[in-house]
């Protein structure tokens, strides 16, 4: 049952072959068991976690119809802030923060009836592709506990992988929800910029960042994402029109007849792992097989778009990191012998080095003499980049590539480089810097480590995104294998 | 391009000692020499690109929403007193 | 004298919306410290900003009544600095494009006539906390109530030579927002701060390096400050030196500024595009309602005022001046509207004064408008004589009670009864036979006399109107 997807355990609730409170227990069991080895969650609350349990229990038993995500358990990043319990964003900088305030996610999660089990690791501040720079300690990927489990939301991704929870919540700034769920080898979704509301997730840049699921198998996150998505006053960039999507519906396809699918050459290049490389082929032939037909395309500017997002990303979390400052909440230097000793201290102390970095990196590009140069034309790379999207998809109804250049490396591999660590995103960043949904799943393995295939869809059209997915899923078998020590 | 690690430090109000502004100054010059490659890129007539989408801002009614909450803020702050925060000496 | 003064200013002005500008906080003045605070103007993690239509409204209005363009489309930006009172480390503000610019208003000056200052720009920002230092020893006390407050920075073109030019245009800027009503621009509270831009240069020279004067919170220290600076300018430049771009602080105590460049070395902005929030636009239907909406400004009251009300154009200036004085006058008229001229005349003349030696400002008068109305409906009705009026008035001003009251309380019900005037005429005449004998053999100027003397009999009670009839009717009988 651990490995079930979100949608058997609903049947199964709804059957009542189990409650709420069955599953919390075993769930939680679970963590207790494998959580030490694998730290992919960082904060957990038996109590509480039994608490909504009964009280989702309690709700079924009073009511008719029960809410949407009733009674399932569901893990959430240490990025969205909950009343309950601590929030961290993994930084040593808001040690002592809890939040007075759930985030808008976690409220629409909280009134569809889900119990919320956790917060799990990640990279501090969503900042690494690997969940090593977490000041709670790496995460381990349970394919492999060598490895890394891919980042930011690693916590989440291992986690899910694990079966220490159905499903989880990430957020995806440069490919943290889809490289994470790649390498462990599950579905994650990054919805179009403005489907979910961002009010109550700690920033890290503004413009890039999106919430979403990361679950074991398409209509999982089709579930989740129906329920987080929607307008939110509170957030001024959740887009107040956006086209509805009959979520689940969407999930019903079962071939791919008259789909056009995009191959874009710049993401099937020399450097990359030449296994994960053949993976993707392999998939997209049995996308033909469906009925798809693949179309080799270009998207030009792909090679600038890793440079343009280490410029416009760390500029925006540069500005919004320094709220960090030791005066209202959060992390303050003992003795301080002046404000500005405050201010140096408390930051240099609760901040780990790849905040640093990105933080410094960041008040370079926006510093006198330098923003025309690197912001402004950044900002400009990344019109181009959306173009390029905007002038495929007049050609093709779906982009398919790899979602990650290689499999999950070994912990310590790629710390100490924090260049080869950025090339690591390659592959997810452009979608992040145009706005669009895309979406990665299972579609293989390269010496028993998971490859993941990533769909990209215009604006809004995440509908596509899951039905092209749902109609692989449904076709394969990837999405079903567990990691063995975790079975 | 040498990025003057200190100057941006004190920018950025992080203590760097030593040690980290030997170790840093490499590693941002090297990420900065990988931006450079942006210069190559032609964008004459390119417009900068700020927000995903062209949308316009909702804007919000003029209704006072929300209570005097300071005891449970101020419960997560490092220092107040007398509901005020408390920080060393500002000196203008 | 070869040296020309040139001045730009920067106004901060609170827009006086319920709420903040970004969060859903009060922005009620005086409240205990902290208490008006919110996750978001706090700047706590993942909290974002959603702007106040009231601001966006209030600041169109502004601009529309500087007959400046209203951009449809503006921006938001970041303007990053570390400072305790600055929870996010970052000012949203408006950089590259403002909502407003390209207005101007129109000064008097010296002389009569009226000059020109162009304004650039105004945009919109919101404000920061305050930090307190007084009485502390080792620590600063932050207050965020103020902090999210909506401001509209107001920034003049270099156009004004002399601090008088700057108090005058500072005084217009002031009165125009206090008849706009969107700002309390109440300096005291720092509803209404300033900023001056101060450079000197030889007639026809290029413009020279300027000085940023901060911290200006009142008219008289705004001439002061300028005045010093513009001194200490050229006596640096006399002496062969050259003055330095920086940011210099008036102390209003001692009257002098110190620089505060220690602080400037440090800045650079860094201001970039504010992600969480998209372009502001509005559409031109939406400023021509604004436009339609726009209350009476100064110059337009004054005209109707003489227009409507055939008031003297000194009375309508006076009375004109600010938003609360004309809206006494209108409520005077509506309680007495048989003669507006009249009461224009006991507002400027007999009230203001009154207010004036009592500490009174026309909005706490201890007489209300409709109170005065009733003293003026008595005068008309000849219930009392002007005369007698303005003694009623001096006891509303001490009693605060009402005309009638104290009209009947001290009897001074005008005598307007003619059986009792002549009986007051006629013990007038008898008691002065000598008098009516030199009046009635030609000595005409002895009528006034006579009248004197009738009107002292009955305390002044007598309706002097009717004494006057009776008299020259009993006087030639």
């Known amino acids: 049952m651990p490995f079930s997807s979100l949608e058997t355990l609903k049947q199964r609730l709804d059957q009542r072959e189990v409650s709420a409170q069955d599953l919390a227990k075993l769930y939680l069991d679970r963590i207790d068991a494998h959580n030490t080895l694998l730290n992919a ?13 009964k009280a989702s229990d309690d709700y079924r038993a009073a009511h008719d119809t029960p809410r949407p995500l009733e009674g399932l358990p ?132 503004s413009s890039l960042d999106q919430a979403g699921p990361m679950t074991s198998c398409v209509k999982d996150s089709a579930m989740l994402t129906a329920v987080m998505s929607g307008h939110d006053a509170g957030d001024s960039t959740s887009v107040m029109d956006a086209p509805t999507i009959d979520w689940l519906g969407a999930c019903d396809q079962r071939d791919m007849k008259g789909l056009r699918i995009g191959k874009p050459k710049e993401y099937f290049i020399e450097g990359m792992d030449a296994d994960v490389r053949a993976t993707i082929e392999n998939a997209l032939k049995q996308c033909e097989a469906l009925g798809a037909e693949i179309v080799d395309i270009s998207l030009p500017h792909t090679e600038s778009a890793v440079a343009a997002y280490y410029v416009i990303a760390p500029s925006e979390a540069s500005a919004n990191l320094s709220r960090y400052d030791g005066v209202r909440f959060g992390q303050r230097c003992d003795n301080p012998e002046d404000l500005n000793d405050l201010y140096m201290r408390s930051r240099d102390e609760g901040f780990g080095n790849e905040v640093k970095r990105r933080i410094l990196t960041g008040t370079f590009a926006l510093s006198s003499g330098y923003y025309d140069a690197y912001y402004i034309k950044a900002q400009r790379v990344r019109t181009l980049i959306r173009q390029d999207f905007l002038e495929a998809f007049e050609k093709v109804d779906l982009i398919a590539t790899p979602t990650s250049p290689i499999t999950a490396f070994a912990l310590g591999e790629k710390a100490d480089d924090p260049l080869t660590m950025y090339l690591s995103d390659i592959f997810t960043i452009a979608v992040n810097l145009a706005g669009l949904p895309a979406l990665s799943q299972p579609c293989g393995f390269v010496n028993g480590l998971p490859v993941g295939m990533q769909w990209i869809a215009p604006a809004w059209q995440e509908d596509c995104l899951l039905g092209a997915a749902s109609a692989y899923e449904s076709a394969t078998t990837w999405h079903q294998q567990h990691p063995e020590a975790f079975q | 391009m040498d990025i003057d690690v200190r100057k941006i430090a004190q920018l950025s109000r992080i203590r760097l000692t030593n040690h980290e502004a030997q170790e840093l100054g ?49 419960a997560i702050a490092p220092q107040t007193e007398s509901g005020l925060y408390v920080v060393p000496k500002v000196i203008e | 004298m070869s040296w020309e003064v040139v001045i730009g200013l920067e106004v901060h002005t609170q827009i006086n919306s319920k709420t903040k500008a970004f969060c859903g906080c009060s922005t009620e003045f005086g409240a205990e410290p902290n208490s008006q605070t919110c996750p978001v103007c706090l700047g706590m993690p993942g909290q974002l900003p959603v702007l106040n239509n009231e601001a966006v409204q209030k600041t169109i209005l502004t601009g529309l009544a500087i007959d400046a363009t209203i951009n449809l489309e503006s921006k938001f930006d970041r303007k990053n600095y570390f400072y305790p009172d600055l929870p996010k480390g970052y000012q949203i503000s408006q950089f590259t494009v403002p909502l407003v610019e390209h207005g101007h208003l129109d000064i008097p000056v010296e002389g009569g006539g009226e000059k020109r200052i162009g304004i650039t720009r105004i945009h919109m920002e919101e404000d920061a906390g305050k930090s307190m230092h007084e009485g502390l020893d080792s620590v600063s006390h932050i207050d965020l109530n103020r902090s999210g407050v909506p401001l509209m920075e107001i920034v003049s073109e270099p156009d004004m030579r002399s601090a008088d030019e700057a108090v005058a245009y500072l005084k217009q800027l002031h009165q125009l927002i206090r008849f706009l009503d ?9 509803q209404f701060r300033c900023d001056a831009n101060v450079s000197v240069r030889r007639f026809g020279a290029p413009l020279g390096t300027r000085a940023e004067l901060k911290n200006l919170n009142s008219f008289r220290f705004i001439k002061q400050a300028i005045d010093y600076e513009v001194v200490r300018q050229i006596e640096i430049i006399e002496d062969g030196g050259q003055v330095v771009q920086e940011t210099r602080l008036y102390d209003s105590v001692k009257g002098e500024s110190r620089s505060m460049r220690s602080k400037e070395e440090a800045h650079d902005y860094r201001y970039f595009p504010e992600p969480d929030l998209p372009a502001l636009r509005v559409t031109a239907e939406e400023v021509a309602a604004i436009k339609a909406g726009m209350p009476e400004l100064p110059s337009q009251l004054r005209q109707r005022f003489e227009r409507e009300y055939g008031l003297s154009s000194y009375d309508a200036d006076v009375l004109s001046q600010t938003l609360e004085l004309a809206r006494y006058l209108e409520d005077l008229i509506a309680a007495h ?14 009230l203001l004064g009154r207010l004036k030696e009592s500490g009174h400002e026309i909005v706490n008068s201890p007489v209300s408008a409709s109170a005065l109305g009733l003293l003026l409906d008595r005068i008309a009705d000849n219930t009392i004589s002007g005369k007698i009026a303005k003694d009623v008035l001096d006891e509303m001003m001490r009693c605060g009670q009402s005309a009638d009251t104290i009209i009947e309380a001290k009897g001074l019900k005008q005598v307007s009864d003619t059986g009792a005037i002549d009986a007051m005429i006629q013990t007038v005449l008898d008691a002065n036979p000598d008098s009516v004998a030199e009046f009635k053999s030609g000595k005409d100027r002895l009528f006034g006399f006579f009248v004197g003397q009738v009107m002292k009999a009955s305390r002044g009670q007598a309706n002097p109107a009717l004494v ?10």
């Open chain 1, 41 to 53: 969650f960082v904060h957990i609350d038996h109590d509480h976690v039994m608490a909504q349990a």
């Open chain 1, 74 to 205: 569901i893990a959430v990043k240490d990025i969205f802030c909950t009343q309950d319990g601590p929030t961290r964003c993994c930084s040593k900088i808001l040690e002592g923060f809890d939040a007075p305030y759930d985030a808008h996610v976690i409220t629409r999660l909280k009134e569809a009836g889900a119990v919320l089990v956790g917060k799990t690791n990640m990279d501090e501040f969503a900042m690494g592709s690997s969940t090593e720079t977490s000041a709670f300690g790496p995460c381990r990927n349970p394919w492999d506990t060598d490895r890394i489990p891919g980042g930011s939301s690693g916590g989440s991704a291992a986690a899910v992988a694990a079966a220490l929870t159905p499903a989880a919540l990430g957020t995806d700034t440069g490919g943290s929800i889809r490289q994470p769920a790649a390498l462990c080898g599950l579905t994650g979704l990054k919805p179009t910029y403005g489907r979910i509301s961002r009010r109550g997730i700690i920033a890290f840049a």
């Open chain 2, 26 to 74: 490499p590693q941002l010059n090297s990420i900065l020499g990988y931006i450079e490659q942006l210069q190559e890129v032609n964008t004459d007539g390119v417009a900068a690109m700020a927000h995903p989408h062209d949308s316009a801002m909702p804007l919000r009614s003029d209704i006072v929403t929300n209570s005097n909450r300071r005891d449970a803020l101020q």
């Open chain 3, 182 to 190: 969107v700002s309390g621009a109440d300096m005291e509270k720092g």
């Open chain 3, 337 to 350: 509207p048989a003669n507006p001229k009249i009461a224009a005349n006991w507002l400027a003349n007999e």
């Open chain 3, 468 to 477: 006057n009839e009776r008299l020259k009717l009993l006087l030639n009988s």
